[in-house]
């Protein structure tokens, strides 16, 4: 079981950055981890991921350039770099976790654990 909080949202004006930070209660080393965020009104979107070691990474195309994530296995900790900041990242931000794999041969033997956070609210304003 791993729980994850996320912190470091706030208020911010266009054009700053932000560091978001989710911290697991658990070992998350063999876990791939992503950011995703809904707005007001919208549905939850992919903002981005990084696999179990960090040397992959995937953004969605509206942060591409203006956000990081990295992660800290030993600390069990992930991290979102967020620079040049636009009204439009106003969203409620959550941390996933997420294992998956297969326990068998079998394509029905495929399993996927997801695991979320509450979310950390980033309003930026213009």
């Known amino acids: 079981q791993v729980q994850l909080v996320e912190s470091g949202g706030g208020l911010v004006q266009a054009g700053d950055s932000l560091r978001l930070t989710c911290a697991a209660s658990g070992r998350i080393g063999s876990y791939a981890m992503g950011w995703f965020r809904q707005g007001t009104g919208k549905e939850r979107e992919f903002v981005a991921a990084i696999n179990w070691s960090g040397g992959s990474t995937s953004y969605a195309d509206s942060v591409k350039g203006r956000f990081t994530v990295s992660r800290e296995n030993g600390k069990n900790t992930v991290y979102l770099q967020m620079d040049s900041l636009k009204p439009e990242d106003t969203a409620v931000y959550y941390c996933?976790?997420?294992?998956?794999?297969?326990?068998?041969?079998?394509?029905?033997?495929?399993?996927?654990?997801?695991?979320w956070g509450k979310g950390t609210l980033v309003t930026v304003s213009s």
């Open positions: 996933n976790a997420a294992i998956k794999g297969y326990s068998g041969p079998a394509p029905r033997d495929y399993y996927r654990t997801d695991y």
